[in-house]
């Protein structure tokens, strides 16, 4: 990450008032935005690491030539924000980096079914490109089949935005229905909330009822 000029540091707004877009004129990762969120040392990020570490930073996601901030409310300021922010990333690119820790979160997929990889599919193709141009990210969480939900986690500045429900029905919820036929809704899910309930085991029911197998069936 170490670099002979100074990189310009441009700071971007996002339809969420508590978040912001920065473009650090730098490379930081590969693979999937990653957002890291709780105590700094808990991040294996150096630069979410000193971020997580500013007074009246609540979120953090990393993604390929940008990073996105969440602060924990209006009390803290931009002006002061974005001045610690610049701080840190002039400190972490003179850290040592560790890419495989951004790598590592494009393995969520590896346990999905054939239908939830096709959800994914599309929202790498027609969502996720668009939502990160604010900062946010979609993930998906599961699918479950008996009722036609798809469970999207919203991340990053995407994550508590106001137009988030907007962002949900209109890009979201169209683009996988219209792919994914056996998509009827998709919700949302904020943060790291968990959708309620055994997926396995209600997938497991869904085919027992569908097609009268056994639960070993």
Same mark, same amino acid.
């Given at each position: 990450?170490?670099?002979?000029?100074?990189?310009?540091?441009?700071?971007?707004?996002?339809?969420?008032?508590?978040?912001?877009?920065?473009?650090?004129?730098?490379?930081?990762?590969?693979?999937?935005?990653?957002?890291?969120?709780?105590? +700094?040392?808990? #991040? %294996? &990020?150096?630069?979410? *690491?000193? /971020?997580?570490?500013?007074?009246?930073?609540?979120? =953090?996601?990393?993604?390929?030539?940008?990073?996105?901030?969440?602060?924990?409310?209006?009390?803290?300021?931009?002006?002061?924000?974005?001045?610690?922010?610049?701080?840190?990333?002039?400190?972490?690119?003179?850290q040592p980096r560790d890419a495989g820790a951004t790598d590592a979160a494009d393995s969520h997929?590896?346990?999905?079914?054939?239908?939830?990889?096709?959800?994914?599919?599309?929202?790498?193709?027609?969502?996720? +490109?668009?939502? #990160? %141009? &604010?900062?946010?990210? *979609?993930? /998906?969480?599961?699918?479950?089949?008996?009722?036609? =939900?798809?469970?999207?986690?919203?991340?990053?500045?995407?994550?508590?935005?106001?137009?988030?429900?907007?962002?949900?029905?209109?890009?979201?919820?169209?683009?996988?229905?219209?792919w994914v036929p056996e998509v009827k809704r998709v919700r949302a899910l904020m943060g790291h909330?968990?959708?309620?309930?055994?997926a396995k085991a209600r997938f497991r029911g869904w085919i027992a009822r569908k097609w009268g197998?056994?639960?070993?069936?």
């Open positions: 990450m170490r670099d002979a000029a100074p990189a310009v540091i441009e700071f971007e707004p996002t339809p969420n008032p508590d978040a912001i877009r920065v473009r650090p004129g730098r490379v930081l990762a590969s693979g999937s935005p990653r957002e890291y969120a709780g105590a +700094p040392e808990s #991040a %294996a &990020d150096p630069l979410a *690491a000193l /971020l997580l570490g500013i007074e009246g930073v609540a979120r =953090v996601m990393i993604g390929r030539d940008w990073f996105s901030v969440v602060r924990e409310g209006p009390a803290f300021g931009w002006d002061e924000l974005k001045a610690d922010i610049a701080f840190a990333v002039t400190d972490a690119m003179a997929a590896d346990g999905f079914s054939a239908i939830e990889r096709e959800i994914d599919q599309v929202l790498d193709r027609w969502v996720r +490109p668009l939502l #990160a %141009a &604010d900062g946010g990210q *979609a993930v /998906l969480e599961r699918f479950d089949p008996e009722e036609g =939900v798809a469970w999207v986690r919203m991340e990053g500045a995407c994550g508590g935005c106001p137009s988030a429900s907007l962002t949900l029905n209109r890009a979201i919820e169209q683009a996988v229905c219209k909330e968990r959708p309620a309930g055994d197998m056994g639960a070993d069936g």
